[in-house]
């Protein structure tokens, strides 16, 4: 695992670079995820290309710092991932987002001074379920929140969604989880989403549930899972490694 100091030089992200090769794919987890943990079974499995790949803890999630005086919010983690890709990008530079990841993916397109070949969005959200799940955390004070309220919301993820979406949301910080839900409940996120055709990326390509109503207009390319899972990394891993190798042309 590596480390990128950011640029208060203080806070550490964390990640991974798996595979080698002249091109780079990013991914960027949804809430509460961390792609050292979210990610390893996919880019694991025989049906991923073989393309340079990042798999960032963003901090506040698995092993990266978990500041307290951090604002989490969409913004900041595009400015932390610009710097990594400043870093480590070459080639022809790949973005993968889920979820609400997909906002900090957005405005990392806009921030990065260099070429973007392709976007890809993986069930862009939030979704109303996602929306739903944001407003539940934020109707309580952060403090309630981290004291009582994030103990809950995890037991409500395992019984009732995803018990290893639960089992990453235990390695994040509670205070984190909560100023992002409202950092995107507070974003104009539909404005950004039509926005995306004019974002510098050559190629823009979204990847959706059989369950989930695409947005053909704003992507080049579409790409329907038969899984009706939110968390296509966790319960699909084959067929979004496919889809991607598709994408990227490795198929």
Sequence with gaps: MKTMVTSADRFHLRYHQVNNGDDTLLFIPGLGGAASWDYLPLVADEAYPSVRTLLPDLLGTGYSHKPLDYSYTPAAYAEQLNTLLQIEGTGKIH???????????????????GPIEQLILCEPGPTPFGEELLKTISAKSEAEFAAQGYASFIEHVETAISPIWAGSLHYCLPQCIYRLSKAVLNMDYGALYSSLPMLPAKRRTAIYSSQTPPSPSLFDNIIVLENESHFPAYDCPSLLAEALAQAIGFD
Excluded: D
Excluded at 95 to 113: D, N, P
């Design 95 to 113: 973005i993968v987002a889920h979820s609400i990841g997909c906002l900090t993916a957005l405005m990392l397109v806009q921030q990065y001074q």
